[in-house]
């Protein structure tokens, strides 16, 4: 039988996907989550590995015919186990917050309790928030930053770890722009009879790259998204040590997901194999070198950098010193309409609600990818503070966007799509 889109393509849908490959390429894409992925993953998660079923791991499948798949899979394990140093690796999670809830659920039974990074200082949805899972599940306390330096307060830490005893200590965030020791967090968990967790969902590409703590040494289980700084397909892993393996396995599988996506993990193993090359390392330094270029340049146009700067790929900008009125959500609905995405996001002890916030999240990593350096940061300052002081004029806001297009054909993300 003969597939219906062989004679008549789906052209509502094929248009949409051209009009967002041209927002991509057009655009300034700034979002600290995101990133450009090769066209040789985007080949592996477009592949025919999406009809197959694998329940199971390799060697171990419920179903017959997956030796290929297998080699696979165990190709991407051995990839992660290596390109991280890490004793198990479990390569499954179809998102990084199904890896944090996988992980969880393999180290603690429900309603124990957990420290981990406040949301609005930084911390992530799965990280206990009320309407997430992980916080109708679990107890989680929150730590935060300290109120002058913005960076985590480990005093506070230790004091919370000593006075609720938790079962797991999770650290990694969505929006900290700080470096973030894995070492103390270990002693202090340690000193308390904890686990250890780390969330680098963000960092993963940063650390692969070798600019960023590794924490996989210290933690008991590391979770990573594949898609952002290390720039793979969109989906989750888990690292640990051999101890939590069986945990860890059947926490995943069957504990949290049927049939895994295999395609994706093919994608993986590619981006992982990417990510062992010195290029990466360059890469990944460039991303930081960038950040800060990004950062300084926006302090000299008036903004406030939470923390004072950025040790990664992304910053938290305070809007209110550049402009007192003006709020992180108009700040990303202005500067959509001058083709610069980015999003709005909580400063430390914000006074406006998350849906309306004092800052904007920036980060390097698409830029990055573009082969952008840090005379073209000043620029990217330059045309957000331009857009910015000039929101209320529909014309300066469609030169910033034609400025905005032209730098961005001079960095195409894809040359040769
Ligand atoms: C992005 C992120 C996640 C969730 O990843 P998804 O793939 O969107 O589910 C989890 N933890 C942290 C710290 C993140 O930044």
Redesign the pocket.
Known sequence: MPFPSDNDPDLEVERLIADEFKRQITGLQLIA?ENFTSPAVMRAVGSVLTNKYSEGYPGKRYYGGNQVVDSIEAIAIERVKTLFGAEHANVQPH??????MCAYQALMKQGDTVLGLSLDHG?????GSPVNASGMLYNFIPYKVKPGDERIDMEQVRDLAHEHRPRLIVT???SYPRRIDPEPFKIIADEVGAYFLY?A??LAGLIAGGVYPNPVPYADVV?F?T??TLRGP???CILSKAVHQAAIDKSVFPGWQGGPLEHVIAGKAIAFREAMAQSFKDYAKQIVVNASALASALANEGFRLVSGGTDCHLMVVDLRPFDAELTGKEAQAVLDLAGITLNKNTVPDDPRSPFVTSGVRVGTASVTTQGMKEAEMTQIASLIARALRGRADEGTLAQVKADVASLCAAFPAYPNL
């Open positions: 989550s998102s990084g917050a199904n890896a944090n911390g992530h949805l799965t990280h990694g965030t969505t969330d969902a963000h979770t998204t898609h952002k969109r989906g989750g």
